[in-house]
């Protein structure tokens, strides 16, 4: 789903419903959505219960509704993992480490690299410099 050109879901989700452990609903997907695309029931869980939805019934209303979806973005990137984005960004882990912390599954695959060079294109275009350790 697009929304003003950026997208608010997962475009390859698949019938898997990203479900692992309890609680689920069997009527619910839980694939990626909003900016920084929240998955699996636990993520949606633990956001809606911090943050004030029913992630587990409506786990939808992150795709649809723009508070609850930048809510749940800054939200995932101030607490979750062992090392958060955020320490990773502001205590010079570097880029890698947020890879790491949003999904390690991505470190040493291709997909690391694609990430890689689009965080180096939007650095050039904010005339920022790149951070060191953009590997995983």
């Not at 990137?77 to 502001?90: E, G, I, K, R």
Request: proline letters at 4%; hydrophobic letters at 30%.
């Amino acid at each position: 789903m697009l929304s003003d050109g950026e997208f608010t879901e997962e475009i390859t989700n698949s019938n898997d419903p990203r479900c692992q452990g309890e609680p689920c609903d069997p009527t619910q997907r839980y694939y990626g959505r909003g900016p920084l695309q929240l998955t699996w029931n636990y993520n949606y869980l633990a956001a809606g219960r911090d943050l004030g939805f029913d992630g587990i019934h409506n786990p939808g209303v992150v795709a649809t509704n723009p508070h609850i979806s930048f809510k749940t973005a800054v939200w995932f990137w101030m607490t979750q993992s062992t090392l958060t984005c955020h320490d990773a960004m502001v205590n010079h882990h570097g880029f890698g480490a947020t890879i790491n912390a949003i999904n390690g599954m991505e470190c040493g695959h291709n997909v690391q690299n694609i990430r890689i060079d689009i965080y180096k294109h939007y650095c050039n275009i904010l005339g920022v410099q790149a951070t060191k350790n953009l590997s995983c």
